[in-house]
């Protein structure tokens, strides 16, 4: 299959319809691929909508992007389905609470197939924004492999990778969304670990570029890539691909998931297979 990561700027919206031909656009660029993948916090972008008191308020962004729920969902499913490809939609605030979670969409061309929201919160999540977690993974099967999401910040904990890995996930999405090139390779490092120690494929995809409007994503650091683990099946790097720093735009590369079996039943070494083997070893001494 064809896999799209988007390195994806925040633009401004005077109307939704300005946001929809952004989505069809960016959606028809990425040349016929199967799998699409959007950063986390994406969906902020909408808040521009309320105006800039809006856009500039923490609180207010929240709201007025979590305003729009419904209708970027029918938008990603009219995509999805005229394209005949799945996408990972990005992530944004939904209030089903008091304080919001932080959630991505997975789209196919017949519909939802699942949601995904985040695990741990970052300090300036928990600090400053009180978005909240919502824990539980979920495994998506799809006519595409099985998939599972770790967004951002939940990419660098090894035990969720892993609780995906065992429950069968071939493909991780990292959708992120980081403001230094220091918070871009701590999601970068995770990713690639969780694509290492599972012998998996894992996709990560950025926002990119200045925001001067709106506080919370101001300053958007990270360039999209595709890893896999390099154990003989996969590129000696681990990187299937990747795209320029700070640059927007689709990082696309053809991935085969059969290999994913191949790397964890005869890989040059078999981390997958030898975890447990980790699980009693303590201290001595």
């Keep these: 299959m064809k896999i799209a990561a988007s390195a994806y700027p925040i633009d401004w919206f005077d109307s939704f319809a300005d946001y929809e031909a952004k989505l069809a656009r960016w959606v ?3 040349g016929g691929a199967d799998l699409l993948v959007f950063p986390e916090y994406g969906a902020m972008e909408l808040a521009s909508l309320g105006g800039r008191d809006a856009a500039g308020d923490l609180e207010a962004s929240l709201h007025e992007a979590g305003r729009h729920w419904p209708q970027v969902q029918a938008l990603h499913l009219r995509l999805a389905a005229a394209h005949g490809c799945h996408i990972l939609g990005a992530s944004g605030p939904v209030f089903e609470g008091p304080r919001p979670v932080n959630r991505a969409v997975l789209y196919g061309p017949e519909g939802i197939i ?28 799809t ?9 951002c910040y939940d990419s660098e904990f090894p035990l969720l ?6 429950a069968g996930a071939e493909l991780l999405l990292v959708p992120s969304c980081t403001d230094t090139v220091a918070g871009f390779n701590r999601v970068r490092i995770g990713a690639m670990a969780r694509a290492l120690e599972s012998q998996c494929v894992v996709v990560q995809s950025p926002t990119v570029g200045a925001c001067d409007w709106m506080p919370a994503l101001d300053e958007n650091r990270g360039r999209a890539a595709i890893y896999g683990p390099p154990d003989g099946f996969w590129p000696e790097t681990g990187i299937i691909a990747e795209g320029p720093m700070d640059r927007p735009g689709w990082v696309t590369a053809e991935v085969d998931l059969s290999r994913v079996s191949d790397s964890r039943r005869n890989g040059a070494v078999l981390p997958f297979a030898h975890w447990p083997e980790s699980d009693g070893i303590g201290l001595t001494g």
Excluded: N, S
């Design 28 to 30: 028809a660029e990425a």
């Design 114 to 141: 699942g949601h995904q929201d985040k695990q741990i919160m970052t300090r300036f999540e928990r600090e400053a924004w009180d978005v909240t977690g919502a824990p539980g993974l979920r495994i998506f099967d």
């Design 161 to 166: 990778g892993r609780v995906l890995a065992q």
């Design 143 to 151: 006519a595409l492999g099985r998939i599972g999401v770790l967004i």
